[in-house]
């Protein structure tokens, strides 16, 4: 049923002419023009056998391996294939070395397939497929070495001895599917003499809500009938239903044609058919219908196409309007090879089966991303397990969800033609780090007890206390999600965040943040808080530090400060201390304005009253001065240097806050980290590993 359509009549064109009426069975011949091939083949076997000349053995042999490959068994495709060519490959077209490299591919003969290839391209410079053909040699063994994360599984409750293919969704909560099979109990119970199979009907199934599978039955109606049908695509209410029907026996010469049925009940009725401008007498079939119900995409062999069957679509302005004239999807969907089964994602990206892109053998599921447009980026190969060296086509989604059915031939299966479930299987993701104690920069130590909360937008997933080593650990992380993990250590030690994402994460990773914690101390200077000369205006690179302090006080919403500005002794007493004050209103200002309650803040200006004590850490970085050094007037005057001078005016000249309460907002004996908290906001990724505190 896969080939209802235009892989059927490309026949004629690519075989030998001659009847072979010495050497093969008459038999054999009216088999094959019937498309009858297990018949045929079992005449030319016999017909082999007593071949006058190696150039007829050639051509009886190019007749076996074609209807092998036809067929699908490509074993026995290579081994006849290569027999014709050895017997004689001057009286055979050059396709059968283009074939004979198909199938030598299709059997995972890389290399060998290559050598074909070139000998084909040495007959036939420039043709499409050789070139392709190498390249997919090319890559393939990579994609097998590296397969994507999809896994795939059989479907028993789908699936006969005979072809179960093109699996479609029947209702929008996607429990009800239709399929095309060839099993015992359709209308058509013979041979299609077109196809050479069994005349296939559209089954349906149904899932109920825990998971069970009911019992494979045609549809009701008058969709089935002794014909072939298959290939549907039902509009999102399940009430229309497009189809292919292709015809057998007598009228074995007629295209397939696309037909639409309306539902009545649980049964079909009222099928007629679609006719397509410019496609009168021509192979259509393999149906999508939009969601909207305005566009159909459908597959067609035309002269004027790009050589094999070619993706269409045809479009309405409203359901109810007939629909416009065939367009053509054009590159770089179509190729000289053959483009079948359209689906359309939610997300408009349209999913296709194809032999004429780079691929591993036979038909291979692609993806193409909508464009600007209108139209359709490059398609991407699904690659394995997904596509195989076997036929694999006719897939669909559950809406978003990386899961759903598709369909092949793969070898492992029940029947000819099977349908298999794939999924993406979660990923394992986990956060882990260890929480240390940063308050004395020279000894640092991890930190038992503390308490670690991962959180999401949605509020707290999980909560975590550090063991003995200050160790935490979560798992089971979702996919594409932002998270917020926050540590804290009892009232008399700053809480700290960082966000990280999931996004953009494509195999199993533990993501490790290690969490710096420190003592809340009397009184914290911020660095880098720079003005404009003698006035309280905030420079642009003062933002950094707020920001660090803007973050500090939404995870710590306990708190409350003081914000004190400092300048050096030029100036007189009153200037200075009226610039201070402004300078540290500024900043409560710029807080306020992030979002900070004016009730958690107060500002003090000291001017120049209250001169910077050096510290170790400053002694480190200034080596002209020593721990407990205080930069009064007198202190900076005796300095040898007018850039030492300059170094200490910039020091005194700093803006500081201190804790004032410790309890804001609390109730009495209230912990400020069981409440919920309501004021952590994202600040942008934490890298893989974070260090550093924010001050």
Same mark, same amino acid.
């Given at each position: 049923?896969?080939?209802l359509?235009?892989l059927?009549?490309?026949?004629?064109?690519?075989?030998?002419?001659?009847?072979f009426?010495?050497?093969?069975?008459?038999?054999?011949?009216?088999?094959?023009?019937?498309?009858?091939?297990?018949e045929?083949?079992?005449?030319?076997?016999?017909?082999?056998?007593?071949?006058?000349?190696?150039?007829d053995?050639?051509?009886?042999?190019?007749?076996?391996?074609y209807?092998?490959?036809?067929?699908?068994?490509?074993?026995?495709?290579?081994?006849?294939?290569?027999?014709?060519?050895?017997?004689?490959?001057?009286?055979?077209?050059?396709?059968?070395?283009?074939?004979y490299?198909?199938?030598?591919?299709?059997?995972?003969?890389y290399?060998?397939?290559?050598?074909?290839?070139?000998?084909?391209?040495?007959v036939?410079?420039?043709?499409?497929? +050789?070139?392709?053909?190498?390249?997919?040699?090319?890559k393939?063994?990579?994609?097998?070495?590296?397969?994507?994360?999809?896994?795939?599984?059989?479907?028993?409750?789908?699936?006969?001895?005979?072809?179960?293919?093109?699996?479609?969704?029947?209702?929008?909560?996607?429990?009800?599917?239709?399929?095309?099979?060839?099993?015992?109990?359709?209308?058509?119970?013979?041979?299609?003499?077109?196809?050479?199979?069994?005349?296939?009907?559209?089954?349906?199934?149904?899932?109920?809500?825990?998971?069970?599978?009911? &019992?494979?039955?045609?549809?009701?109606g008058?969709?089935?009938?002794?014909?072939?049908?298959?290939?549907p695509?039902?509009?999102?209410?399940?009430?229309?239903m497009y189809?292919?029907?292709c015809?057998?026996g007598?009228?074995?010469?007629?295209?397939?044609k696309?037909f639409?049925?309306?539902?009545?009940?649980?049964?079909?009725? +009222?099928?007629?058919?679609?006719?397509?401008? +410019?496609?009168? $007498?021509?192979?259509?079939?393999?149906?999508?219908?939009?969601? /909207?119900?305005?566009?159909?995409?459908?597959?067609?062999?035309?002269?004027? $196409?790009?050589?094999?069957?070619?993706?269409?679509?045809?479009?309405?302005?409203d359901?109810k309007?007939?629909?416009?004239?065939?367009?053509?999807?054009g590159?770089?969907?179509?190729?000289?090879?053959?483009?079948?089964?359209?689906?359309?994602?939610?997300?408009?990206?349209?999913? *296709?089966?194809?032999?004429?892109?780079?691929?591993?053998?036979?038909?291979?599921?692609?993806?193409a991303?909508?464009?600007?447009?209108?139209?359709?980026?490059?398609p991407?190969?699904?690659?394995?397990?997904?596509?195989? =060296? $076997?036929?694999?086509?006719?897939?669909?989604?559950?809406?978003?969800?990386?899961?759903?059915?598709?369909?092949?031939?793969?070898?492992?299966?029940?029947?000819?033609?099977?349908?298999? *479930?794939?999924?993406?299987?979660?990923?394992?993701?986990?956060?882990?780090?260890?929480?240390?104690?940063?308050?004395?920069?020279?000894?640092?130590?991890?930190?038992?007890?503390?308490?670690?909360?991962?959180?999401?937008?949605?509020?707290?997933?999980?909560?975590?206390?550090?063991?003995?080593?200050g160790?935490y650990?979560?798992?089971?992380?979702?996919?594409d999600?932002?998270?917020?993990?926050?540590?804290?250590?009892?009232?008399?030690?700053?809480?700290?965040?960082?966000?990280?994402?999931?996004?953009?994460? *494509?195999?199993?990773?533990?993501?490790?943040?290690?969490?710096?914690m420190?003592?809340?101390?009397?009184?914290?200077?911020?660095?880098?808080?720079?003005?404009?000369?003698?006035?309280?205006?905030?420079?642009?690179?003062?933002?950094? =530090?707020?920001?660090?302090?803007?973050?500090?006080?939404?995870?710590?919403s306990?708190?409350?400060?003081?914000?004190?500005?400092?300048?050096?002794?030029?100036?007189?007493?009153?200037?200075?201390?009226?610039?201070? /004050?402004?300078?540290?209103?500024?900043?409560?200002?710029?807080?306020?304005?992030?979002?900070?309650?004016? /009730?958690?803040?107060t500002?003090?200006?000291?001017?120049?009253?209250?001169?910077?004590?050096? /510290?170790?850490?400053?002694?480190?970085?200034?080596?002209?001065?020593?721990?407990?050094?205080?930069?009064?007037?007198?202190?900076?005057?005796?300095?040898?240097?007018?850039?030492?001078?300059?170094?200490?005016?910039?020091?005194n000249?700093?803006?500081?806050?201190?804790?004032?309460?410790?309890?804001?907002?609390?109730?009495?004996?209230?912990?400020?980290?069981?409440?919920?908290? &309501?004021?952590?906001?994202?600040?942008?990724?934490?890298e893989?590993e974070?260090?550093?505190?924010?001050?």
């Open positions: 049923m896969k080939r359509i235009l059927t009549i490309l026949l004629t064109g690519a075989i030998i002419s001659q009847s009426a010495q050497t093969s069975s008459k038999k054999g011949d009216a088999a094959f023009d019937q498309y009858r091939y297990e045929a083949v079992d005449y030319y076997s016999e017909a082999l056998t007593s071949a006058q000349s190696m150039e053995y050639a051509l009886i042999a190019y007749r076996i391996a209807c092998y490959r036809d067929m699908r068994q490509m074993n026995l495709a290579e081994e006849f294939f290569a027999k014709a060519l050895k017997a004689n490959s001057q009286r055979l077209t050059p396709d059968a070395r283009l074939y490299a198909d199938a030598l591919r299709m059997n995972g003969k290399e060998d397939a290559i050598e074909v290839y070139e000998t084909y391209l040495d036939v410079p420039d043709d499409y497929r +050789g070139e392709v053909g190498i390249e997919s040699c090319e393939v063994p990579a994609w097998e070495n590296e397969p994507t994360r999809y896994e795939v599984s059989t479907m028993a409750y789908f699936n006969s001895m005979q072809q179960d293919f093109a699996p479609a969704w029947a209702d929008s909560k996607n429990r009800m599917v239709y399929f095309t099979t060839s099993r015992k109990g359709t209308v058509g119970d013979s041979k299609n003499f077109k196809s050479g199979q069994q005349f296939t009907d559209i089954f349906m199934i149904e899932q109920d809500r825990k998971g069970n599978w009911s &019992e494979a039955t045609p549809l009701g008058y969709v089935n009938t002794e014909q072939d049908e298959g290939a695509s039902l509009t999102e209410k399940g009430n229309q189809f292919t029907r015809y057998g007598d009228k074995r010469d007629m295209p397939c696309l639409v049925a309306m539902k009545r009940g649980r049964s079909w009725s +009222g099928e007629e058919e679609l006719v397509i401008e +410019g496609f009168e $007498g021509y192979e259509v079939g393999y149906p999508y219908i939009s969601k /909207d119900e305005l566009t159909l995409y459908f597959a067609a062999k035309s002269p004027t $196409g790009f050589g094999g069957s070619d993706l269409y679509k045809i479009e309405r302005a359901d309007d007939p629909f416009g004239a065939p367009i053509n999807l590159e770089p969907i179509n190729t000289s090879g053959d483009e079948v089964f359209p689906y359309i994602r939610d997300d408009g990206a349209l999913y *296709f089966a194809s032999d004429g892109h780079v691929g591993m053998g036979g038909l291979d599921i692609f993806r991303e909508p464009n600007e447009e209108g139209g359709f980026k490059q991407e190969n699904l690659r394995p397990p997904l596509n195989s =060296a $076997g036929d694999d086509f006719g897939v669909i989604f559950y809406d978003k969800r990386e899961r759903g059915y598709f369909s092949s031939n793969r070898p492992g299966g029940k029947g000819m033609d099977d349908i298999y *479930f794939f999924r993406v299987p979660p990923l394992e993701i986990a956060v882990r780090g260890v929480v240390r104690d940063t308050t004395n920069p020279h000894y640092e130590y991890r930190v038992k007890g503390a308490k670690i909360q991962l959180m999401t937008e949605s509020g707290l997933v999980s909560a975590f206390e550090t063991s003995e080593d160790t650990f979560f798992k089971d992380l979702e996919e999600m932002d998270y917020i993990l926050k540590a804290s250590l009892g009232k008399d030690f700053f809480a700290n965040t960082y966000t990280f994402s999931t996004r953009e994460i *494509f195999v199993d990773t533990t993501i490790v943040i290690n969490v710096n420190a003592q809340i101390p009397q009184i914290i200077t911020l660095p880098n808080i720079e003005y404009d000369l003698n006035k309280a205006t905030l420079r642009p690179e003062s933002a950094v =530090a707020l920001d660090g302090l803007v973050k500090t006080l939404n995870d710590n306990h708190l409350a400060i003081e914000l004190r500005a400092h300048t050096d002794f030029r100036g007189t007493d009153e200037s200075n201390l009226d610039l201070s /004050d402004r300078r540290a209103k500024s900043c409560v200002d710029y807080l306020v304005e992030k979002g900070i309650e004016k /009730d958690r803040l500002w003090r200006g000291f001017g120049e009253s209250m001169p910077r004590v050096v /510290d170790s850490l400053l002694a480190e970085e200034y080596t002209f001065l020593k721990p407990g050094y205080i930069l009064t007037e007198g202190f900076i005057l005796d300095l040898q240097s007018k850039d030492q001078r300059e170094i200490a005016h910039q020091l000249r700093r803006t500081e806050f201190s804790v004032k309460s410790k309890t804001f907002g609390l109730e009495d004996g209230q912990d400020p980290f069981e409440m919920e908290n &309501e004021h952590i906001i994202k600040q942008g990724e934490a893989v974070v260090g550093g505190g924010e001050f």
